[in-house]
């Protein structure tokens, strides 16, 4: 088993940023990949972000404004100029390949909640 936990989400203005943390404990030694992935109220959960290795992987909605990085079993994603439309509820996943599909991932944090609002 793999235990996520995030955190750094909060209410942020527009054009502003915030940095999201996720750790990993349990049996770390399986977490290859790790994913962000984003639920707006009344929308479906999307692809946002993931790592495995030195391969990086972006959703065009955010590419050139969020970075993805990772060190050692704490991924982080750093978020800049943020926009309303990127308020979401953010969770972090794990899995074996760094892929867009959320059925990829075997393991799921309790995710952290982002809004952009003036």
């Known amino acids: 088993q793999v235990q996520l936990v995030e955190s750094g989400g909060g209410l942020v203005q527009p054009g502003g940023s915030v940095r999201l943390s996720c750790v990993a404990s349990?049996?770390?030694?399986?977490?290859?990949?790790m994913g962000w992935f984003r639920q707006a109220p009344g929308k479906e959960r999307e692809f946002v972000s993931a790592i495995r290795g030195i391969s990086i992987y972006y959703a065009d909605s955010v590419k050139g404004r969020f970075t993805i990085s990772r060190d050692k079993n704490t991924s982080y994603l750093q978020m800049n100029s943020l926009k309303p439309e990127d308020t979401a509820v953010y969770y972090c996943?794990?899995?074996?390949?760094?892929?867009?599909?959320?059925?990829?991932?075997?393991?799921w944090g309790q995710g952290t909640q982002v809004t952009v609002s003036s």
């Open positions: 996943a794990s899995g074996p390949y760094a892929l867009r599909e959320a059925r990829a991932y075997d393991y």
């Open positions: 349990g049996r770390t030694e399986s977490v290859y990949a």
